[in-house]
C-alpha cells in the first residue's frame, strides 16, 4: 500500500495505492467543505491536486442516505483521491457530536471514501493531564472498535494518535495505536501548537510518534497548511498533512508568500508568478468584490502551498533538504530555534539520511557542524578506525579534494619519503574534524563545499572531537604543521589542550617555509622511531 523511494533525514519520498489510484507523498490535501464550495474541487485539480479532504460528519448531518447512494465523490464533484475527516475538529470545537464512531466508520465506507479515519476525541493543548488521558484512551477505544466493524474493500484506515503536549502520554497512544492494523497513522492535535509558532513543541511531538510507529506507514499530520511548517514536518517524516488555511487565509485578506504571509494591505508588490499572481495587478486583487478576492487569493495561496511540497520534495531529491531547511528557519526566530534542536534527535534523522548523494553538502554556518553525515563520520572515526602509528601530524584542510591531492601533502610524500610510513596523516577540517588521508576521498569527505570560518565555538568543537580521536588511538606525539593563517588560533587552542602538541609554522614564504617544516617533522620523526 505505501512504498518508499527516496529519504533524506527523515524526510521521504514515496506512494501510496488507494483504490481511486496512486498518491506521491508527502503531499498536502485541501480541506473541502462538503456543502458551502467557495473554491470548486475541480479548480484543486486544475492546479495540480492529486487528493483532496472533505468532512464525513457534516456530509452525514446535510445529505443523509443520499450521500451513501451518490457517493462522497459525486456529492463534491471530484473524480481524484478523497480522504474523509470523521468529525474529530467538530469535537473538539464544540465538545461532542451526534454520533458514534461505529455509525461514522460505517457511512465513511458507504460513500466510498479512499481514506477513512476513525472518529477521535482531540486532546487539544491547553488541557490538564486527567483530560488528556481520557481523550487519548477514548480514542484508542474508538480506534478498536473501528477496525473490528469494517467491512468494506478497498478503504484505507487511518487511526489517530492523540495526548497532545503531554508527550509521554502521546508515545503511549502511538504505541498502541502503532500495533492496530491500520494503513495510515494521523498525529492529532497539533493545530494550536502551529499556531502559536511553538515549532519546537510540534518537533518533540512528531518525532515522539515517529520514533514509535511502523516505519512502513505513513503518518498524516492534521491541520499542516502554513508555508514555513511544510519543510519541517516533512523533513520529520510527515507524509501527507490537510488543511483549510489556503480559504480561511483568503478570507482575511492573508496573502501566503514563500517566507510567511502578509495582507494584501502590506504589500507594494505581487512576489508571485502563479496563474493569478501574472495575470492581475495588486490594485485589481484589492478592488475585486469579496467573493471574487477570497477565490483570488485562495488560488494563490493553493499555488503557494503546492510549491512548497514540490520544492522540499525536490530537496529531498537532491540530499539537500538540511540546506533547505535552514533557508527556510530564518524566516522565523521560532523556526530557528526548531532548527536548531534538530541536532538533539541525532539517531532519528541520521537514519533516513543516506550514506551517500548525488550532490556536494553544503556548509553556511556553526550549527551545520551538527548535522547528521558529521555526526555520523565522528562516530564511525571513533567506533570503526583504529591507528597503531603514535605520531599524528595534522595538516589544514586543502581547497583540493580529495585532500591527498593537495600540493602540500604531495610536496609532504617527497620530502619525508620512507618517514611517512611512521606518522599518521590527517587534515582538520573544521566540519568534520580530524580526517584521515586514507579516508578522505570517502563521500563526503571530499564531496563538500564549506564557508564556515573556524571562530571559537567552530574552535572548541573541532578541539573535542580530535581529542576523542587522540585519546583513543594514544598519540605520543601530535605535530601540526600550520601554513594557513586562518588555522593558527585553532592550532594555538590544540597545542594549549593537549599534551604533547606542538606547532611547526610554514607561514610565509611557502616553498621555503614548507621545506623547513618538512625537516624539522622528519628529524622528531626519526627520533621517535629510535625511541
Known sequence: ??????????????????????????????????VRQSLAPKEMARIGFKAVMTNAYITLKTFGKVAEEKGIHKIIDYDGIIMTDSGGYQMLKYGDVEVTPLEMA????????????????PTGTDVDRRRASETVEITLRAAEETLKAVKAEGTLWTGPIQGGSHLDLLKMSAERTGKMAFDIFALGSPTEVMESYNFNLLVQMIITV???LPIDKPLHLFGAGHPLTIPLVIALGCDLFDSASYMLYAREGRYMTEYGTARLDELTYLPCNCSICSTHTLKEIKEAGVEERTQKIAIHNLNVLLKEVRATKQAIEDGRIWEYLGTKARAHPKLWEAFKSLSNHYEFLEDGTPLFKPRA??????????????????????????VKKKTLLLLPESDVKPFYKSPSYIKLIEALGDGLEKVQVCFLSPPFGVVPVE???VYPLSQYLSSIEPDYDVMKEVLKRSKEFIRKNSFRKI???????????????????LENC??????????????????KISHIIDIEARC
Open 361 to 386: 553538502i553544503f556548509f553556511y554556518e556553526p550549527h551545520d557542524l551538527m548535522r547528521p553525515e558529521v555526526l555520523r563520520y565522528h562516530k564511525r572515526l571513533i567506533e570503526d578506525v583504529s
Open 106 to 121: 460505517s457511512f465513511q465506507e458507504k460513500i466510498g471514501s479512499d481514506m477513512a479515519i476513525v472518529l477521535d476525541t
Open 502 to 519: 606542538y606547532i611547526i609554522d610554514a607561514l610565509g614564504d611557502t616553498n621555503r617555509s614548507l621545506d623547513r617544516a618538512f625537516n
Open 439 to 441: 579516508l578522505s576521498d
Open 1 to 34: 500500500m505505501f512504498e518508499i523511494r527516496t529519504t533524506d533525514l527523515a524526510g521521504r519520498i514515496g506512494k501510496i495505492r488507494t483504490k481511486s489510484g496512486l498518491l506521491e507523498t508527502p503531499c498536502i490535501l485541501p480541506v473541502i467543505h462538503p
Open 210 to 212: 515517529k520514533q514509535v
Open 479 to 497: 605535530l601540526l604543521l600550520n601554513h594557513l593563517d586562518a588555522y593558527s588560533p585553532l592550532f594555538k587552542m590544540m597545542a594549549s589542550s
